[in-house]
């Protein structure tokens, strides 16, 4: 039987960062992904500056890909009310496929056993068990998204509100520089650019509207999205790169418990990460640096959850209950309106709201915790 210092269940961002981080730390680390490894995800793919130095810091060469920088942020909503400002810290364009790829590379150089496409079917102890073996570990993270996967013997409890993800990649004659949220009934679509000439459309929607058109995804953006003018106008100007969207369904944004039983969790498993809480893939990977250094410094597993809650309130608290304010307001069309005036009236406050949303920069040997 294979034994391993530590053992992460998913390969996203927050996962492949911790375990890059372990390995070049002298830990022996082996991941199990379920799905095919890179893969196209729903993701909004607007990454916050502040997680530049951090990617380039594990080896990744962002420096040679020419990608976007992003500057600028456009808000409007469907009773027309608009809002354009810019970022303090702005952020940069970059499809997840190519970031998981590079991480996936990344992780192969720095001695992490990788797995894709095998499902960890069950947890116990320090046991991982899949279709292919069984592995032993001192420690078990937990990175496998905003679900509840199957292993979980306390499940996460299920979202009042059920929302659905939509992607799509696309062409046109965007600005480069900006990132657009434009809000409609029940959601909101975010396009900024990515590499090879392309943008990121992405959106969030209230479920039971899908439904209401019978899951019918283009008669939903025709009935619902094209109410917001501005987003009508980005779907005609807009060449699709792929036949049909991808869609994920059961989204949920609030922060979970960070442990179960004997595991801790990090990145979205650990929070849910809303798309308005300054970038969560920037938070999935600070996420990760943090948990990291605690356990590199602290081996007893009850003190490490308890400094590991602590950290994560202090880091990430703040942010995504501001962004589950936000949430709340881009998801009503009558409030993002209101909100949408009192800061273009308030300059000081739209400074505020904006800005507060991303965090400073950070490396890999930047001191995270307390």
């Not at 036949?243 to 801790?264: D, G, R, T, W």
Request: with cysteine; charged share 25%; hydrophobic share 35%.
């Amino acid at each position: 039987m294979d034994k391993y210092d530590v053992g992460i269940i998913g390969a996203g961002i927050a996962g492949s960062c911790l375990a890059i981080l372990l390995a070049e730390e002298g830990k022996s680390v082996v991941v199990f992904e379920k799905e095919d490894y890179p893969s196209h995800k729903v993701c909004g793919e607007f990454i916050s500056l502040e997680s530049y130095a951090f990617f380039k810091s594990l080896g990744l060469p962002l420096d040679d890909w020419n990608l976007p920088i992003i500057k600028n942020l456009q808000l409007t909503s469907q009773k027309g009310g608009e809002l354009n400002t810019s970022l303090k810290t702005g952020g940069f364009g970059l499809s997840r496929y190519k970031l998981d790829h590079a991480l996936a590379e990344q992780m192969k150089k720095s001695g992490v056993h990788f797995h894709p496409k095998t499902k960890v079917t069950e947890v116990q102890n320090e046991m991982i068990s899949t279709a292919n073996g069984t592995y032993k570990t001192d420690l078990i993270i937990g990175s496998h998204g905003k679900y509840s996967p199957g292993y979980l013997k306390r499940p996460k409890t299920a979202a009042k509100r059920k929302y659905i993800g939509v992607k799509y990649h696309i062409k046109g004659d965007f600005k480069e520089n900006l990132i657009s949220l434009h809000s409609f009934d029940g959601g909101y679509c975010g396009i900024s650019k990515i590499e090879d000439n392309q943008y990121c459309l992405c959106y969030l929607a209230d479920a039971s509207k899908l439904k209401y058109h019978n899951n019918n995804i283009r008669a939903f953006e025709k009935n619902v999205l094209f109410k917001n003018k501005k987003l009508k106008e980005v779907y005609s100007k807009a060449e699709f790169m792929w036949a049909k969207p991808l869609v994920i369904s059961n989204i949920k944004f609030n922060k979970q418990q960070l442990y179960n039983e004997h595991m801790l969790f990090v990145g979205d498993a650990a929070g849910s990460i809303s798309p308005l809480s300054g970038n969560g893939m920037s938070i999935a990977a600070r996420s990760a640096l943090v948990l990291s250094q605690l356990i590199l410094e602290e081996e007893n597993f009850a003190q490490l959850r308890t400094r590991y809650n602590k950290e994560w309130d202090l880091h990430f608290g703040g942010r995504v209950n501001k962004a589950e304010l936000l949430n709340k307001l881009m998801l009503n069309p009558t409030a993002h309106h209101l909100v949408l005036k009192a800061l273009n009236a308030f300059s000081p406050l739209r400074h505020k709201v904006v800005n507060d949303m991303q965090g400073d920069s950070f490396v890999r040997n930047f001191r995270v915790i307390r």
